[in-house]
């Protein structure tokens, strides 16, 4: 459950069309107008992965590694990666274990409110097992613990994740890096969790970024951010639990509806805002887990085989109501 009483945060959602989103253990709202991303990079529409490309078979290890990373003065932006690793799979995650031989497509997590990167550490381990790069921002004034909360730069979130994928993908010609030449940059997601879920709405929408293929929205809505999704099609997978009683259902949604693209909306009728994605003893979270994962796997490999995984993957178990239009 979020801190902030429910009432209030409805009632600002009222007042003002603003924008809410938490982890699962907090809750806020925001302003409505997003600071948009750097318009420095390539605006050319991106190629559809390789049709006949197949993911890892099996799951790998895992190791993760930090970055210090900055966007102005007041913006800090640790970041976590997971990858994947050489070594036996299964094993829990190793700081600074050798990267796996192989060039692996990218995805950029983004946390909620009062979140940390690490809170989703057991879904974006399995996320790098199944053959990605996930980078995990805290984000400056909305993490968790830091010296300033500030609810409404959640707008400002999309320019930071700009900012952190531009680092992480130049990883991939940087001199020495662990993961040069490991990157495939080509193939970039982008995946976030209420207010992170809002954020990535954000990175096809106010502040769109061309080189993202995909995108998974975690119980997150458009409040703040809109829904004037543009640019190349990249699909959408929206995953929102309907016991949500931070940001509804119904505010999933809508921005759902509003994808002109291949989408698939995954319902939890079980789910609340967070548990299913933290807890990996809930029955929930293999639910997302796999169904993410057969997702990326083929938005970011061109896996075809995945695809037809994905409505299995979603209803296992009877947990899970799956709208496919991808």
């Not at 990666?81 to 094993?91: S, T």
């Not at 207010?195 to 970024?209: C, E, N, P, Q, S």
């Not at 997302?288 to 409505?311: C, I, M």
Request: with cysteine.
């Amino acid at each position: 459950m979020c801190r902030a009483p429910l009432a209030a945060v409805l009632a600002a959602v009222l007042a003002g069309g603003v924008l809410t989103g938490c982890s699962a253990r907090d809750a806020g709202q925001a302003g409505p107008t997003a600071t948009p991303a750097p318009t420095t990079r390539p605006s050319s529409a991106r190629t559809p992965p390789p049709a006949d490309r197949t993911a890892p078979a099996t799951a790998l290890a895992v190791g993760t590694r930090r970055l210090a990373l900055t966007r102005g003065a007041d913006r800090p932006l640790p970041v976590t990666i997971w990858y994947p690793a050489r070594g036996a799979a299964g094993d829990e995650p190793r700081a600074g274990a050798p990267v796996a031989a192989g060039r692996f497509p990218v995805a950029l997590f983004s946390h909620g409110l009062h979140g940390r990167p690490e809170d989703y550490a057991p879904l974006l381990a399995r996320w790098a097992a199944a053959g990605f790069v996930v980078a995990a921002p805290a984000y400056p004034h909305t993490a968790r613990d830091v010296a300033r909360f500030e609810v409404f730069d959640v707008v400002n979130q999309p320019a930071d994740a700009a900012h952190v994928l531009t680092a992480v993908l130049g990883l991939d010609k940087a001199a020495r890096d662990p993961l040069r030449g490991h990157l495939d940059t080509e193939r970039v997601a982008a995946a976030g969790h209420s207010a992170g879920g809002i954020t990535t709405v954000g990175l096809f929408t106010a502040a769109r970024d061309p080189r993202l293929d995909a995108g998974i929205v975690l119980a997150g809505s458009a409040l703040g951010v809109g829904t004037a999704f543009s640019g190349a099609a990249a699909p959408q997978l929206f995953v929102h639990g309907e016991r949500d009683d931070v940001v509804s259902h119904a505010a999933g949604r809508a921005a759902y509806d509003a994808v002109p693209w291949p989408k698939a909306m995954l319902s939890l009728p079980g789910a609340d805002h967070g548990g299913s994605l933290l807890r990996s003893d809930n029955p929930l979270f293999t639910v997302v887990a796999d169904t993410t994962v057969e997702f990326l796997r083929w938005t970011l490999y061109g896996d075809r085989a995945a695809k037809r995984r994905l409505p299995a993957a979603a209803t296992r178990g009877g947990l899970g109501v799956l709208e496919n239009r991808l």
